[in-house]
């Protein structure tokens, strides 16, 4: 045996006693439950206050633009202001004409947002009537009744959900877009702070709350319909039947998602196009002139669309990531008896949100905006922070509510095992972030490429775009099969639920970036129509130009 060999066996030996040694010292048995249950409902119950603070800190931002000049854009309309760099009479004509406009065009975008989802919902609440009865008359004839019921409730609380979710955004972003609009004419810092916190406030929101109710029903369901976590022989048959009906939970969620993502985002495409068509080909006005009233409904699209219709989507995949394993979790011999161990996919998405949690202070105090070349990468660092503090989580979450091994699938899975399954798919899903960012932010070729090729004509635009999006997909799928295969070899089917929840673990920093894109968008649309000077709607269309990637 070569002198390679022994060290590649003595190196193997000493990553299994590390592994050893971080063991659990409790024994499992012993963990208590109410552990699951304090980290489960208090780190929710603290994001849901997180978005009220930050809510409360938008709220308390005047409707009230101030015609002032900090400096950085002195260049521009100096031809109307003289007195560039200080404050200029809030009575004169101008300023109070677009302290008019905005109030009655944040109006009009409020109006349309919550017209157009009243009329959705009331569609999505016949089919979840509907769709809900089938479900309790199908599993209620073919299983038993309380399957039925249990099911049908958890589809029903899904949709609930998923429709507050995306309600709540809606409602922060048309609340926070004119605002942001009047604090990007003081600096551009202070107009990535406004977006950031009421896209802080959706991401928070709405993770928290899907937690939260998940929590709320897993512990209705243990102590009223089954005989789950019970010294009998039911035990065991009952924690799965419960699970399998909190399933459901997850089905309504997506049921949701399907109206909410796919009719806001036709409705904001159509509207987006519209407005093009209308205002740019058939007048020649800019983007956002507000003589085109279809301007108003493009920026509804935008609410209704990019941040309802999108919060929806994702609480739909992060209810049914979760849901899927703890079906699985509940098909363990080993796991199923024990509330503790049962808990760990719920455990992963709370330590995911206190992970988020910590990261957004490092945007809004450790490294705040400070101009314009700040803003792509503070929005980046979320990411990375975010992903990198979420790591030592997963493997400590795995230590304290895991046993050393337990079977599933025929097969004996470590708890470290189950660790790496979720780290693979959290590290997955930054490299997807980071490709995604790639293709589509103006700071790289690919995108100015895409521009470069309007200059021979639509066609060749067309032809090259659509090459750039084939070519943008063959990283995030390799990433995506390495975490299937990874999480397959160690855990099998409980491996690849896994690697989806590490995917989604680090979701409220996401949404929060998704919900910043939009609020910033429609700020720019907001400041052209308003007649504000035009320094806000460069500095606008810089902090939209980093959030739409």
Same mark, same amino acid.
């Given at each position: 045996m070569s002198l390679a060999n022994l060290e590649d066996i003595f190196l193997m030996a000493d990553l299994k006693c590390v592994f050893v040694s971080l063991q659990p010292s409790m024994p499992f048995s012993d963990t208590p439950d109410y552990a699951v249950e304090v980290l489960g409902f208090i780190i929710p119950i603290g994001g849901l206050l997180f978005a009220l603070l930050y809510t409360l800190q938008t709220a308390a931002i005047p409707m009230k633009y101030q015609n002032r000049r900090k400096g950085e854009y002195q260049e521009i309309d100096d031809e109307k202001n003289p007195a560039l760099g200080g404050s200029i009479n809030e009575k004169d004509e101008e300023t109070q004409k677009i302290n008019e406009s905005l109030v009655r065009i944040s109006g009009l975008i409020s109006k349309g947002a919550n017209a157009f989802l009243f009329r959705e919902y009331m569609y999505m609440v016949g089919f979840m009537v509907i769709f809900g009865a089938i479900v309790l008359l199908v599993l209620g004839g073919i299983r038993n009744w309380t399957t039925g019921l249990g099911t049908a409730v958890a589809f029903w609380v899904g949709c609930i959900t998923s429709i507050l979710s995306g309600f709540i955004g809606m409602r922060i972003a048309v609340f926070a877009n004119s605002r942001t609009a009047i604090k990007s004419n003081e600096s551009i810092g202070a107009g990535f702070n406004?977006?950031?916190?009421?896209g802080s406030v959706m991401g928070f929101a709405l993770v928290s709350l899907a937690i939260l109710v998940l929590m709320i029903l897993i512990e209705v369901y243990r102590k009223l319909f089954f005989s789950a976590y019970e010294d009998n022989?039911?035990?065991e048959s009952g924690t799965i039947t419960m699970y399998e009906c909190i399933a459901?939970?997850?089905l309504g969620g997506s049921s949701i998602a399907m109206f909410g993502r796919v009719g806001g985002g036709i409705y904001t495409k159509a509207a987006d196009v519209g407005a093009d068509l209308a205002g740019k080909v058939g007048q020649g006005w800019d983007e956002d002139d507000p003589r085109n009233p279809a301007v108003i409904a493009d920026n509804v699209g935008d609410n209704v669309g990019d941040i309802a219709g999108m919060g929806a989507d994702l609480f739909g995949s992060f209810a049914e990531a979760t849901c899927a394993a703890l079906v699985l979790c509940a098909q363990s011999p080993d796991l199923a008896p024990h509330f503790t161990s049962m808990g760990f996919p719920i455990l992963i998405a709370v330590g995911g949100l206190f992970a988020c949690f910590l990261t957004s202070f490092v945007a809004t105090h450790i490294a705040p905006v400070a101009s314009e070349d700040d803003v792509e990468p $503070?929005?980046?660092?979320?990411?990375? $922070?975010?992903? &990198?503090?979420?790591?030592?989580? &997963?493997?400590?979450?795995a230590a304290g509510f895991l046993p050393y091994s337990f079977d599933i699938s025929g097969k004996t899975v470590f708890w470290y095992e189950a660790a790496i399954c979720v780290t693979v798919g959290l590290w997955a899903g930054l490299i997807i972030g980071f490709i995604t960012e790639y293709y589509t932010s103006f700071s790289y070729s690919p995108t100015r490429k895409v521009a470069e090729s309007c200059e021979t004509g639509a066609a060749t635009n067309i032809i090259y775009g659509l090459a750039l999006g084939y070519k943008s997909a063959i990283i995030p799928i390799i990433c995506l099969s390495i975490t299937i295969f990874v999480g397959y070899t160690l855990a099998r089917m409980f491996g690849i639920a896994c690697g989806a929840l590490g995917i989604l673990m680090t979701l409220?920093?996401?949404?929060t970036i998704d919900g910043y894109g939009p609020i910033t968008d429609n700020a720019g649309g907001i400041a052209e129509m308003t007649g504000m000077p035009k320094h806000v709607r460069k500095r606008t269309d810089k902090l939209d130009a980093a959030g739409r990637r």
């Open positions: 406004t977006a950031f916190k009421a022989s039911d035990s459901g939970y997850g $503070v929005l980046k660092m979320q990411l990375l $922070v975010s992903t &990198v503090l979420a790591t030592p989580i &997963v493997f400590g979450i409220a920093t996401g949404l």
